[in-house]
């Protein structure tokens, strides 16, 4: 087989010397939206619990409704015991059901709608960890999975942790999906020895940017 003439392959060759010294733009991954403010996280609280007041509202019209605080962040397994020992120190008799649930026990006679206000602020005292990432719109969302997934938690595997395999952007996105509130710190076991868990955070906040 006969090569390419002399004179036409040093300008490809010259071309290949050019296309290798200039550099390769690489693409930058999406920036991580800002942590939301506290009025911005209660706002999106307050409107998740809208359909709530709502059932409230419309069964006894004119009920103020109470005022909110941010809620405490806990896995499924609490939550039902969480809101019953609410429930239970505001003088109502619970019984808590297996996987999270609840069971008012009220007498004929009980002030119903005090038991659904009282519902309602002890439901909103708690929220599964996670839902204020799940409260999101979609391209804050995405930008949270690229940044769990380039930064977070690539820095818990290099200091030892395992954080659990990373659903794809997809399934991230879906909020039907069961790896919607996936979050590489859930998977961090500190045990009884509280020093672990602030050296991962020290170390692999998940905050970016955050001062050390």
């Given amino acids: 087989m006969r090569g390419l003439p002399t004179l036409l392959l040093v300008p490809l060759l010259a071309a290949g010397v050019v296309a290798a010294l200039v550099p390769i733009p690489r693409a930058e991954p999406a920036p991580r939206p800002a942590p939301l403010t506290t009025a911005q996280k209660l706002a999106l609280w307050e409107a ?6 709502e059932s409230v509202s419309a069964a006894w019209p004119g009920t103020a ?3 909110i605080q941010l809620p405490f962040e806990v896995t499924s397994e609490q939550y039902g015991s969480a809101v ?3 429930l239970r120190e505001a003088g109502w008799r619970v019984v808590e059901l297996g996987g999270g649930g609840y069971q008012p ?9 005090a038991l659904a206000v ?3 602020e ?3 005292r708690y929220a599964y960890a996670g839902t204020f990432d799940a409260l999101l719109g979609t391209d804050e ?4 999975w690229v940044d769990y997934t380039t930064r977070l938690a690539p820095c818990l595997l290099m200091i030892g942790e395992r954080p659990a395999r990373a659903p794809t952007r997809e399934q991230f996105l879906d909020p039907r999906q069961p790896f919607s509130d996936w979050n590489p710190y859930r998977s961090i076991d500190g045990g009884d020895d ?3 868990l602030e050296r991962v955070d020290r170390l692999c906040p998940l905050e970016p940017g955050r001062p050390e």
Avoid: F, H, M, Q
Wanted: proline share 12%; charged share 25%; net charge positive.
């Fill in 48 to 53: 998740s619990l809208d359909p709530v007041w």
């Fill in 65 to 67: 409704r109470p005022t």
């Fill in 84 to 86: 019953t020992t609410c």
């Fill in 105 to 113: 026990i009220a007498p004929k006679n009980a002030d119903r709608r």
């Fill in 118 to 120: 009282g519902e309602y």
């Fill in 122 to 124: 002890c439901n909103s």
């Fill in 141 to 144: 969302r995405a930008a949270l």
């Fill in 194 to 196: 509280p020093s672990e």
